[in-house]
C-alpha cells in the first residue's frame, strides 16, 4: 500500500470537474483516504514546490496554484504513486492521451488540472505539508 498527495488545481475547481477526477481515481481501485478545500497560501506553494524555485515558470506557477480553491486528497493503494501519474498523464496537456485526466481537461503546461506526488519521498513530505498534525 503506498500513498500519494494529489491537488485538483484552480482550474480543476472552477470548472466543476471535482467529482469526475475524483471518478478517475476511484475507477482504479483507489481509495481517496482524505478530502479538503482550501486555498493554498504563497508560502504553503512555496514550500510545496520548492524543487523549481529557480525555474523560469516558477512565479507563474505559484500564481496560478494560489489562485482559487484547491482540492487536497490523501489517495491510498496498490502502486498508488505510479498508478496516479499514469492516470493524471504527462505535464504537458497536448502530450497527454485522451483518457488521461489531463488529455481530457488540462489547459497549457502550467494549467494542467492535477498534482501527483513522485515519489514515497515527496508523498511523506508533501502529506506533512498538506495535512499538519493529520488533520
Ligand atoms: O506536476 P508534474 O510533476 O507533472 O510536473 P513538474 O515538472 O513537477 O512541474 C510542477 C508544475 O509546474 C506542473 O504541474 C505545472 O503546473 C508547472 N510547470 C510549468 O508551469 N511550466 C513548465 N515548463 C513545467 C511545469
Ligand atoms: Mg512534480
Excluded: W
Amino acid at each position: 500500500m503506498e500513498k500519494s498527495l494529489v491537488i485538483i488545481k484552480p482550474d480543476g475547481v472552477s470548472k466543476k470537474v471535482v467529482g469526475k477526477i475524483i471518478t478517475y481515481f476511484e475507477n482504479q481501485d483507489l481509495n481517496i483516504e482524505k478530502l479538503k478545500m482550501m486555498k493554498i497560501s504563497r508560502e504553503l506553494a512555496c514550500k510545496h514546490y520548492n524543487e523549481h524555485r529557480d525555474k523560469d515558470f516558477f512565479k507563474q506557477l505559484l500564481e496560478y496554484i494560489t489562485s482559487g480553491n484547491v482540492a487536497v486528497m490523501v489517495i491510498s493503494g496498490y502502486n498508488a504513486i505510479k498508478k496516479i501519474r499514469d492516470i493524471m498523464g504527462p505535464t504537458d496537456p497536448k502530450k497527454a492521451k485522451a483518457g488521461t485526466i489531463r488529455g481530457d481537461y488540462g489547459t497549457d503546461i502550467t494549467v494542467n488540472v492535477v498534482h501527483g506526488s513522485d515519489s514515497k519521498e515527496s508523498a511523506a513530505r508533501e502529506i506533512k505539508l498538506f495535512f499538519l498534525n493529520n488533520s
